[in-house]
């Protein structure tokens, strides 16, 4: 049988890569490439990720290749998978991402792989497109490479001299589902690759204040990914998990995936993927221990009662507010800036709004309506000179009010 061209063989890689969400951008617009070209964030092709100095860019989303030694169950990759195999050479990557890149279709690659022969020679190959990249084309796009955790340290050492940004998945955030649903990989093995990127980020941030030339090491920080839905782990779990991690290893980001059935996976993985608000959830929940000032156990608050399951009708810092009614209303004259973030509604750009205009004059309900788009949600909790929520807030028919109105849950 002839072996596919270069488009096929585009084809098949780009949307083998849709299943790694560790560069994707929550929250993107959503496009489509299944009508032709590429340029997606739900099918193949093209994601959005964010640069270190914060813009929203386009990467060239593929993997070296969907070959793969390793058995995952959830893995449509994996080594008893069926699936259409596919590989490009590291020079073939190249003209690829320098041909886009040059019709302005993308600003940087993403780039993982599946593990063939061996984690250090897959390394090695995903490093040699970096490397091309970088030193033959003098490409200055955006670069993100996926690190196979059993590689070599100085082969990963390589690949932050080359990258922008580098990531290893967690996959699952159960140490037991991983050691069940993917036995050829180990959680002491990858949180060791992800302790030792910490360790050499830092030292490079540290370099770099002593002298201008030393060389930089991944300057956009690592990121993981944890699967969501494959095994039982509660949205809890997951959020504990993610915790740790950030604490840990100073991650830009987790990202979170839900699971896709994949035929022949086995009776161990369920056979419906999971609700994609379930996924929409724990991202605003992240959001709220980033940036919001909850810790995972106030989130818990308002989660479902022995369930552990972030509830789908309402984002979990209405959740919250609802189950802690007794700390509202809020007067927004005069309640802090942690009081104020955990307003339903009010964002963060919203809150320092307030407390610099609240100093030159009283705030009016009116006042509070212009600076946040949600204005349902965040009546029955704030107190302002012309407004009190009155009896709206112990009222039964809140939640269903509030849950069926538009939430906000952003930095902007």
Avoid at 85 to 104: H, I, M
Avoid at 301 to 310: D, E, H, I, N, R
Avoid at 313 to 329: E, G, Q, S, T
């Amino acid at each position: 049988m002839a072996a596919p061209d270069l488009k096929s063989r585009l084809a098949i890689l780009a949307d083998a890569a849709k299943y790694d969400a560790s560069c994707a951008s929550s929250g993107s617009n959503k496009r489509d490439s299944r009508s032709g070209g590429i340029g997606s964030t739900e099918g193949m092709g093209i994601c959005h990720s964010y640069a270190p100095d914060g813009r929203c860019i386009s990467l060239l989303k593929i993997l070296l290749t969907n070959h793969c030694v390793y058995d995952c169950l959830y893995c449509v990759n994996r080594v008893s998978s069926d699936t259409p195999r596919a590989r490009f050479t590291p020079e073939e990557v190249v003209d690829l991402t320098l041909g886009f890149y040059r019709r302005n279709y993308i600003e940087g690659l993403f780039l993982s792989s599946g593990v063939v022969k061996s984690p250090d020679h897959t390394m090695e190959q995903i490093i040699r497109v970096a490397r091309l990249l970088r030193e033959t084309h003098g490409f200055r796009g955006y670069i993100h490479l996926k690190t196979i955790p059993d590689a070599d340290p100085a082969l990963v050492q390589e690949a932050g001299l080359w990258a922008d940004r580098l990531s290893v998945n967690v996959e699952l955030p159960v140490e037991k589902s991983l050691a069940e649903y993917a036995p050829q990989k180990n959680a002491g093995t990858i949180r060791r690759a992800m302790g030792g990127l910490r360790l050499r980020i830092e030292e490079a941030r540290e370099e770099k204040k002593r002298t201008r030339r030393a060389p930089q090491f991944a300057p956009a920080g690592q990121s993981t990914q944890m699967i969501v839905g494959a095994d039982a782990a509660s949205d809890l779990d997951i959020l504990r998990a993610s915790s740790t991690l950030y604490g840990s290893y100073d991650l830009k980001r987790v990202y979170y995936s839900a699971f896709s059935p994949i035929p022949g996976a086995g009776a161990k993985l369920p056979p419906v993927k999971p609700p994609l608000m379930r996924e929409h959830r724990l991202y605003q929940a992240d959001w709220l221990y980033r940036f919001y000032g909850f810790s995972v156990e106030d989130i818990a608050q308002g989660a479902q009662a022995g369930s552990g399951m972030l509830p789908l009708d309402m984002d979990p810092k209405l959740a919250w507010a609802l189950a802690n009614r007794a700390l509202f209303p809020l007067d927004v004259n005069s309640a802090t800036r942690e009081q104020l973030l955990r307003v339903p509604g009010l964002g963060v750009k919203s809150v320092n709004e307030i407390l610099r205009l609240r100093r030159l004059q009283g705030l009016r309900i009116a006042d509070v309506t212009r600076l946040a788009r949600s204005r349902e949600s965040f009546k029955p909790f704030i107190v302002t000179n012309d407004w009190r929520p009155g009896a709206t807030l112990d009222s039964a028919a809140l939640p269903r009010k509030l849950a069926s109105a538009p939430q906000q849950l952003s930095l902007f």
